[in-house]
């Protein structure tokens, strides 16, 4: 299973690390995904780490959002940086090997 955390309420600018840890998966096997999903809004897709750790961003967050592995720990974070009110979602991580998504953590940016 995947489990995210590290969300919570931020003010706009702030920063914020999500962690998506992992067990009965190593992570380190398999490319994984950041989505987010805004009330009233598709899910969409915010970031990637592939299994050779190229990592990919929607334009959005580019320069603001970065993802990172601890093979040794088996969890993706992804750390956000400047946070704004758009930013606002419940995001997911995704395991693309297993197809296994985790429950979500609420991230909100309100001042």
């Known amino acids: 299973q995947l489990v995210e955390s590290g969300g919570g309420l931020v003010r706009p600018g702030g920063s914020l690390t999500l962690s998506c840890a992992a067990s009965?998966?190593?992570?380190?096997?398999?490319?994984v995904d950041w989505f987010r999903q805004a009330p009233g809004k598709q899910r969409e897709l915010v970031g990637s780490?592939?299994?050779?750790?190229?990592?990919t961003y929607v334009h959005s967050v580019e320069g603001r959002f970065t993802i990172s592995r601890d093979n040794a720990e088996n969890i993706v974070y992804l750390q956000m940086n400047n946070l704004k009110p758009e930013d606002t979602a419940v995001y997911y991580c995704?395991?693309?090997?297993?197809?296994?998504w985790g429950r979500g953590t609420q991230v909100t940016v309100s001042s």
């Open positions: 780490t592939e299994v050779n750790d190229r990592r």
């Open positions: 995704y395991a693309r090997l297993r197809e296994l």
């Open positions: 009965g998966i190593r992570l380190r096997v398999t490319a």
